[in-house]
């Protein structure tokens, strides 16, 4: 069972990072704008305003949650497609767009499945290593590509082709969910005509829940600064000047402190409880942030950037297992797929659109951008979300 909830995560996530890595890269390239390149990236936002809540509605009712992730693989496949042959900002976004909708149910319904089959939530950090393993991976492949790429067909752009890598993969991945995923069934035997607002009635029946998703809202506003920019950084002969395909190995390198932060997560869970393991995420984005304002000296600007591995395990896969405590059983698909709105959603929306200004804000007569200022921004957002989560009190298991 371990092993095939390993390689869910795997290919969810050699998907994930296959489409976003080089994007920014590719779309500065074709002459995107700031503004442009985070309304891209905020198709994503947009899709989790209401996929899924409504995917989360059909696996607590009607269908096995694998046979909706496979089936939304299965679509991603000819959107991702479509969309590397896009050269234009409207019709690229609106080919993420398509593709976005089928594709973030996938983040919140992979742990409905893993957590339905794992008896301790807070080991759950065991198979999702693989996932972090998924994208190490497919960066490291990405990056080979373009060094190849960069010798021998020096100056041409290559980096669209993680669309079509991703496209291969969401086909791959589709056929896995249908055929060895393990059967999850619906939640509830009953169906009630308005239950997708399940997720929503828990923030006003449980005060466990408002703090956290409100937590979870303020550090989602701050992530796309990284998602967005953090390509557009490491290569920017004004931030750290690396080239395309060692920025991309550069990027990577939080995902490799990932995997062992995924494997003490369960001890972290145990010793510290869901709210400080959390705590500490948010501390360390803030660290990450932080290093990134200050921009150098460059070794410790790359090494800062291990630090995403902390961060994104303790503060996700944190609030992941804390939302699994709270919920009743018969409504976690609906409360999984909430925080995939809150995080995904309507927090990452807000942080597209605050990304994208900064960065055309912070631009500079010469064209370069003013890295300092971007960053201090994230910085400071995610050291708001340490204070909240010190101030607020504890309440119910997930403290």
């Known amino acids: 069972m371990a092993v095939r909830l390993s390689a869910m995560y795997f290919l969810q996530f050699a998907v994930f990072g296959a489409q976003t890595i080089l994007l920014a890269g590719h779309m500065r390239y074709m002459g995107f704008s700031g503004t442009q390149i985070s309304w891209v990236y905020g198709t994503g936002a947009l899709a989790a305003l209401i996929s899924p809540v409504v995917a989360g509605w059909l696996a607590d009712h009607f269908l096995p949650t694998q046979r909706i992730m496979g089936l939304c693989y299965l679509a991603c496949a000819p959107v991702l497609l479509w969309a590397n042959q896009q050269t234009s900002f409207l019709s690229l976004w609106v080919a993420m767009l398509l593709f976005q909708f089928v ?198 600007v790359i090494a800062a950037q291990s630090l995403h591995g902390i961060g994104f ?15 009743p059983r018969q409504r976690r698909a609906s409360a999984q797929s909430l925080l995939v709105f809150v995080n995904s959603g309507l927090g990452a929306l807000a942080g597209h659109w605050l990304t994208g200004s900064a960065y055309d804000h912070f631009e500079l007569a010469d064209g370069a951008h003013d890295w300092s200022g971007i960053f201090l921004i994230p910085a400071i957002g995610c050291l708001l979300a340490c204070v909240l989560l010190v101030i607020l009190p504890r309440h119910g298991r997930a403290a």
């Open 103 to 300: 594709h973030i149910p996938t983040m919140g319904l992979s742990n409905v499945v893993a957590l339905y089959h794992q008896p301790d939530s807070r080991r759950i950090g065991f198979v999702r290593a693989w996932g972090t393993v998924g994208w190490v991976a497919i960066s490291w492949a990405l990056s080979l590509h373009l060094h190849f790429w960069e010798l021998w067909q020096p100056g041409r752009n290559h980096l669209g082709d993680g669309l079509l890598v991703a496209a291969a993969l969401a086909l791959l991945t589709g056929v896995y969910c249908l055929t060895l995923l393990p059967h999850t069934p619906p939640g509830q035997s009953v169906r009630r005509p308005l239950a997708f607002l399940d997720g929503f009635r828990l923030l006003l029946e449980s005060r466990p829940f408002l703090v956290l998703f409100a937590v979870s809202l303020v550090v989602s506003v701050m992530r796309p600064f990284f998602y967005n920019l953090g390509f557009l950084f490491f290569s920017d002969p004004a931030g750290i000047g690396l080239n395309s395909s060692l920025s991309t190995a550069v990027m990577s390198l939080g995902q490799v402190v990932e995997i062992g932060a995924m494997l003490i997560l369960a001890a972290s869970l145990r010793v510290f409880g869901s709210r400080w393991t959390i705590f500490l995420g948010a501390a360390a984005l803030a660290l990450r942030f932080g290093a990134f304002s200050l921009g150098e000296p460059v070794w410790f």
């Open 313 to 327: 395990t303790f503060f996700s896969m944190g609030s992941i297992v804390a939302v699994e405590a709270l919920a």
